[in-house]
């Protein structure tokens, strides 16, 4: 196996550890690690949309059994970012405007969970009324079809912000967001799939891996400052990656 292959595999397993722990699915990452290695722009999208939704899918399953998720906040987010998620992924935009804005939100709010994870995990939720969470699951699913991820990079932070969500809760949301979204943007790109690498299921036993680990290091050590801090990074990290 070539070696700068081999060092994607690692390097995917590494990012699916440290996303999953929060529910995330890792593509903002596995589009940067591909990018990186010079695949083509139109292996990438359908290779980490099917990398998003072998972690965030097992995520999502771990998460629901420990009891982190709640319905009432999920469905209202999902219903409109399903459809939004699947006509955007048909949809080829230039991403130099609008990725580094997204890249300039996400940083933020690095920010604020690296160095101030307090504020947020002590406060209490309320989920959000449908006439907001209708709209803004439109706008989230519209981002994550254009950017060819899940969405959940985008919705966990605002969930816990806002005050939608407890942290833990998040992350069995954020997840089941992914999957969803994932799988409508991919749908929406079902031509990209004949371009995936012939090396895809290996990458596909790392995430799964990564994924194994990363859940499991959630639901055994993380408390919710923990898991805002786990989230800092991620988002740090996804910002990196859109920007670049």
Not at 58 to 65: D, E, I, K, S, T
Request: positive net charge; contains cysteine; charged residues 10%.
């Amino acid at each position: 196996m070539d070696q700068t292959i081999l060092l994607l595999i690692l390097a995917i397993a590494a990012a699916a550890a440290l996303y999953s722990s929060v529910g995330h699915g890792g593509a903002s990452a596995y589009i940067a690690l591909m990018a990186l290695v010079g695949l083509a722009p139109e292996e990438i999208r359908p290779a980490a949309l099917v990398l998003n939704i072998l972690v965030a899918g097992l995520g999502a399953f771990r998460f629901l059994r420990a009891g982190r998720f709640d319905w009432h906040v999920f469905w209202p987010f999902a219903i409109t970012a399903i459809p939004a998620a699947f006509v955007a992924g048909r949809i080829d935009v230039p991403e130099d405007v609008f990725r580094p804005l997204l890249a300039f939100a996400l940083a933020a709010a690095a920010l604020r969970y690296l160095v101030w994870p307090q504020i947020d995990a002590v406060k209490p939720s309320v989920p959000p009324s449908k006439l907001v969470a209708l709209p803004v699951g439109l706008g989230l699913g519209a981002l994550a079809g254009l950017t060819g991820i899940g969405g959940g990079v985008y919705l966990s932070p605002l969930l816990v912000f806002a005050g939608w969500s407890a942290p833990k809760k998040a992350t069995g949301i954020a997840a089941c967001f992914i999957v969803v979204n994932s799988i409508a943007g991919l749908v929406g790109r079902t031509s990209s799939l004949a371009l995936l690498p012939n090396y895809l299921p290996w990458l596909a036993a790392a995430a799964i891996i990564g994924a194994i680990i990363g859940t499991t290091w959630s639901l055994k050590g993380l408390g919710s400052k923990g898991v805002l801090r786990v989230l800092g990074v991620v988002l740090g990290l996804a910002a990196v990656a859109l920007a670049t």
